[in-house]
């Protein structure tokens, strides 16, 4: 499956973005994951959503960042609000777990004044 990430750009403090990312294939019955890395740092999981529709969520994000599924479509969100520069990174999108899992191509997220 080709995982296409969207929706990336340059924002200011306080400001918002919707990450996209769209599947070739089925998401349905997958856990799907947005995750981030910082120039220096590791990648880190910023929010999960379950088939099911279960959400979890990075501490430094909860209650700015939202993660949701349309199974219809294959694609999954991440709508971020008040957004920080500590927020700055390439987001990838992930379905599945483990070593089987599936990689986007990432999309750069650069909150600075």
């Known amino acids: 499956v080709q995982l296409q990430a969207s929706g990336g750009g340059l924002v200011q403090p306080g400001g918002s973005l919707r990450l996209s990312c769209a599947a070739s294939?089925?998401?349905?019955?997958?856990?799907m994951g947005w995750y981030r890395q910082a120039p220096g740092k590791q990648r880190e999981l910023v929010a999960q959503?379950?088939?099911?529709?279960?959400?979890i969520y990075a501490d430094s994000v909860k209650g700015r960042f939202t993660i949701s599924r349309d199974n219809a479509k294959n694609t999954v969100y991440l709508q971020m609000n008040d957004l920080k520069p500590e927020d700055t990174a390439v987001y990838y999108c992930?379905?599945?777990?483990?070593?089987?899992?599936?990689w986007g191509q990432g999309t750069q997220v650069t909150v600075s004044s």
């Open positions: 992930k379905r599945g777990l483990g070593t089987f899992a599936d």
């Open positions: 294939g089925s998401i349905s019955l997958y856990v």
């Open positions: 959503i379950s088939s099911g529709g279960s959400t």
